[in-house]
């Protein structure tokens, strides 16, 4: 596992809750935030930055146009990165955005909102994941509000499924990893489960199954953590906040075949983070980038109300 850190422009860099993908033994790296004090201040929309990673050098890039609201969803497809949905100040979003980013000689790009779609529109939300299969772009989960009617007419917040052609779908979550692999999609975590889960659509019948794996070597449960396919059946798990309270440093290898977790040794378990990214790049090597090192939460152990 390597960590992509710049000598330039730290001060610009250093953020969390950002989209990255690597593409030409380049990084890119868009959005996000920065602590400052107490407060999450929304960094600049209006540029992307470019790692070499051959060289290890910073380049900052502009994006002119109407950009996407913070709380999105970024995938790469191509030569263009797509950000969906997100949190604006006025409440959740819905809309598309895309850059084109094949110019790699330009030294600005241009966001344009993606308006002429057809079918129904997902409705708003923040702290989703995304799969690209086959040119398609695959939503899952996150936190969206609802209409009072929807509301009223809504027996349970659970997904409604019929299990013999669905299988056992996850829980409604946001804030969870998901991974790719083939023509099947993985979400993890995200939910305040003692262990961590694991489950799998299959992308072509669109069924679920869920991993019934050994308690004895099981993750903690987890969120805003990453996942990384690392082979044709091997997923990579890194940091997150752990149901603890507390931002963790550990690393895993799920096994798709075997169904089984392996704990692995990393060089970064000083380095402990949350709300980061992490991408494959060349030789099997996972990339992270950002995310917050101190993050901790102080958990209730008392016992509740009789």
């Known amino acids: ?53 051959d060289s290890g050098s910073w380049e900052r890039r502009e994006i002119s146009g109407d950009a ?9 497809v191509s030569s263009t990165l797509y950000v969906f949905a997100g949190c604006e100040p006025v409440g959740y979003a819905n809309e598309m955005f895309s850059v084109d980013l094949s110019e790699e000689r330009s030294t600005s790009y241009s966001w344009k909102k993606v308006t002429d779609t ?44 019929e299990e013999m052609s669905w299988g056992p779908a996850p829980a409604p979550r946001g804030c969870h990893a998901s991974a790719l692999l083939g023509n099947k999609g993985y979400i993890s975590g995200g939910v305040e489960k003692a262990e961590l889960d694991m489950f799998c659509l299959d992308l072509e019948t669109w069924t679920w199954t869920q991993f019934d794996v050994s308690l004895s070597c099981l993750p903690l449960g987890r969120s805003m953590f990453t996942m990384t396919p690392t082979s044709d059946h091997a997923l990579f798990v890194y940091g997150g ?18 169904r089984e977790w392996n704990k692995m040794a990393n060089p970064h378990e000083d380095k402990p983070r949350v709300c ?31």
């Open 1 to 53: 596992m390597a960590a992509a850190e710049g000598t330039a422009a730290v001060s610009r860099l250093e953020r969390s809750s950002h989209t990255a993908f690597i593409a030409d033994s380049t990084l890119y790296v868009w959005g996000g935030y920065q602590v400052a004090g107490r407060e999450d201040i929304l960094l600049p929309t209006d540029e992307i930055w470019l790692c070499d990673l």
């Open 276 to 306: 980061h990214t992490a991408c494959l790049g060349r030789d099997d090597d996972v990339v992270v980038f950002g995310g917050i090192s101190n993050m901790c939460f102080l958990m209730d152990s008392s016992d509740g109300p009789e």
């Open 68 to 76: 996407p609201p913070a709380g999105f969803c970024g995938a790469h």
């Open 241 to 258: 906040l752990g149901t603890d309270g507390k931002t963790l440093n550990d690393a895993w290898q799920f096994n798709t075949l075997k």
């Open 118 to 161: 057809k079918g129904t529109t997902l409705s708003p939300r923040n702290k989703h994941s995304c799969w690209v299969h086959r040119d398609r772009l695959i939503f899952f989960g996150g936190y969206g509000c609802k209409t009072i009617g929807e509301v009223r007419n809504t027996s349970t917040s659970n997904f409604v499924v």
